[in-house]
């Protein structure tokens, strides 16, 4: 079985994004034929602290976004070392390829590049060994309960509502394949009642709707509204998630939060309390980037009023920064 794991050919190459947007994808071959493919995403709203994504920034390619430059180091400088290296060695892997890379944000080869070839490896070791990728990851390992978006503003709609994903989480299905046909009931639910309303305004850019709405409360009643009308009881069988991406909306010189759908501003203890009062109000479940990622204050203020009642998930606080983890972990701050 090992000789079968051992990695032959590794490539990378550019392709396109949901977006449209030039990225990065990696194939790996190995010895049994087997084939895994890591495809690097990238999200419209990216946290300050993230590690690089290498683009090339040649405006005259792509705008600036293309990713030439680090499929060539995957196959300059990555394939040549792991070639011959077994692919269920992951840590291994890993290890080479932070090492190959010697930064702390990734920004010799790129975290794209990097990312690209873990994922390849992972998606090959599993094919290789004719096991599904999260039982090759691990014992217990299980598929996640997706959030899926709903409502698209903030960047992801031209700022049409303040806060960015109104999503939702089928948290009464038995299965994964009833988490898709929930998801679906709702979501089409969503768009008939936006017709009648006459507030449909489009299709965001990560596939929820983008509506016309004076508020963003308006847009959570929406989407209560819409499961309802598919028939499902929220927050039994259909819960709400949000990512607020609160670094969009504050400004650090005054300390402040806005929301200029409503021309509101708030502080961050006025902004935090908000935020806890939807989630007392209203069937949410998980919170994501309730605070902005320099708003530690902030933080220490949501966490400490909602740690233990819904999901708080630090995504543009924490990033892909190892010791921002570790520094969150020791202040349980988000959970």
């Not at 903030?154 to 999503?167: E, I, P, S």
């Not at 819409?226 to 504050?250: C, H, M, N, Q, R």
């Not at 220490?300 to 990033?319: A, E, H, P, Y």
């Amino acid at each position: 079985m090992e000789a079968m794991l051992k990695i032959v050919h590794l490539e990378a190459y550019q392709i396109f994004d949901s977006r449209g947007m030039p990225t990065i994808e990696t194939q790996m071959v190995l010895e049994g034929g087997a084939v895994g493919r890591g495809t690097v995403p990238s999200g419209a709203s990216t946290g300050q602290f993230e590690a690089l994504e290498l683009r090339d920034g040649d405006a005259t390619h792509y705008g600036g976004k293309s990713v030439f430059q680090a499929v060539r180091h995957v196959n300059d400088i990555v394939a040549p070392v792991l070639l011959g290296k077994h692919a269920d060695e992951q840590r291994s892997i890993d290890n080479t390829l932070i090492e190959l890379d010697g930064t702390a944000n990734k920004c010799r080869l790129g975290a794209n590049a990097i990312l690209s070839v873990s994922m390849a490896a992972a998606q090959a070791a599993a094919a290789g060994k004719g096991v599904p990728l999260h039982s090759h990851l691990g014992p217990g390992t299980v598929i996640p309960l997706p959030q899926i978006q709903i409502l698209g503003g903030g960047a992801h709609a031209d700022w049409r509502t303040d806060v960015q994903d109104f999503l939702v989480i089928a948290n009464g299905a038995k299965d994964y394949e009833q988490v898709l046909e929930m998801t679906h009931n709702v979501y089409r639910a969503t768009g008939q009642l936006m017709r009648q309303r006459g507030s449909a305004m489009g299709i965001a850019d990560e596939g929820g709707f983008w509506p016309d709405v004076k508020s963003n409360e308006e847009a959570i009643l929406i989407v209560i509204a819409a499961i309802e009308k598919a028939g499902y009881t929220p927050g039994t069988d259909v819960s709400l998630a949000l990512d607020v991406a609160a670094s969009d909306l504050f400004d650090e010189p005054t300390q402040m939060y806005r929301f200029r759908l409503e021309n509101r501003e708030f502080s961050s203890s006025n902004f935090s309390q908000l935020i806890a009062e939807w989630c007392a109000r209203y069937p949410i479940i998980s919170v994501e980037d309730p605070m902005a990622d320099v708003d530690a204050a902030g933080w220490r203020m949501i966490s400490d009023s909602l740690r233990d009642k819904v999901q708080l998930i630090g995504d543009d606080l924490f990033t892909t920064n190892v010791e921002r983890i570790r520094s969150g972990i020791r202040g349980r701050v988000a959970n």
